[in-house]
């Protein structure tokens, strides 16, 4: 009895492991959705008191300003928790990826996402507080929007490109497959340089992405917006090719 | 005079009383093993753990599954099938160029839910005159 039930436990436990990781990177996602939705509501309380408070200048105006106040806060540092944590996982699913640039990025959120826990703890422990100290808080997160702006466009950026250089390798594996058994050269040209081509824009939306890694927050919109439309292109030179690859493979298998 | 023995193997010594009262908790520790407790608690954990996913298969929304509907198979197909085709491509080469096409178009270049969340990061507690 007792060697069944080690048996079921270490089973349990194994299955824990492999559970599919898609359940638990979707709740993340709804989790990030449900607080951002939340904020909003945060959003106009804050706004509304804020108003009452600079009509009517009373005691009891100000207090209620301030409780809405301190929600507003962590509730604004809970969807940035819950964003960088959708990002964290992002990474962690992005293909083609360095190793290193994959840690460097996880380590760098999950700072960010302690950094944010904290924040709120402290906002909420806060006793009494006034609206200059509110204001000094919301000022300390303030500081810190370059920093997740960049990140999002980095991992965004490595996500995207992870995708496109995986389905660009695969149509290269199977051009190399195709190359062997075709007698139309001419099409087997066409997907070639095709291939090349699509690789070509590539690179020139990595040289875009060392850009984003190093500029400023000011410079990185443009460059991500020039970025995908790199990958854009590679894409779709993928996909123009595309056709003529399956016509090699009717004619092979025709043969 | 009395023949009298030195004590040899205990036969001269009174007989020792044993404590029944320790027989019997002896015999309890060493006949009998009882269940442990974290085991117990590990299964009520499983059938917990297997509750909380049939829950949250039946409370999920079921995404519309791509039915692939595959003929049967003809008298020669069912003989036993080589990797590849005849031409020698791998077997499966058709369905991987049926699959890049769909990842490729799949590709999202906007993906609009992963933009930076509208915040404020300025936020105006008082407003000056």
Redesign the interface.
Known sequence: ??KL??A??IC?FGL?IFYPAQ?LGQRE?DDY?YQ?EK?RDY?KN?EET?DKY?TYQTLTAKDE?IKS?KN??VS?AL??QT?LE??KL?IKETQNIASDTRTELILSLDEEINWLKDYQSSINNLKNPD?AE??EY?EK??RK?DD??KS?YRV?AY??LG??KQ?QQ??VA?NF??K??TKKNQWLTTVTEGADISQKYIESAEEHLDKINSGGVNQISGEFTNF?QE??KA?DK??EI?PY??EI?KE??S? | MTDEFPPFGGENLPPRELDREKIVQNYDKTMV?K??NF?II??L??VA?LLGIIT?LLV?PKEEKVVLVIPSPSPQELLPSPAA??????IN??Q??QS??T???N?D?N?T?????I?????????DN
């Open positions: 009895m007792t039930v080690k079921i436990l349990f824990l359940v996602v959705l951002y904020y959003q804050f804020r600079l300003l106040g507003y806060l604004r969807v940035l964003y959708v990002l992002k609206l509110l204001l919301s997160l303030e929007e997740y702006r999002s965004l996500n995207l995708q496109v389905l695969e149509s199977i497959l195709l062997e058994k995908k990958l854009e894409r993928l996909l595309l690859q399956q493979l092979v298998d043969d | 093993k269940p442990k085991l590990g299964l954990v499983i753990f949250l999920m085709t005849q031409s020698g491509l791998p080469i058709s991987r160029l890049l096409q990842s490729l178009q590709v270049f993906q839910q992963f933009l930076f969340p915040v404020d990061f300025e936020i105006v507690f008082e407003k």
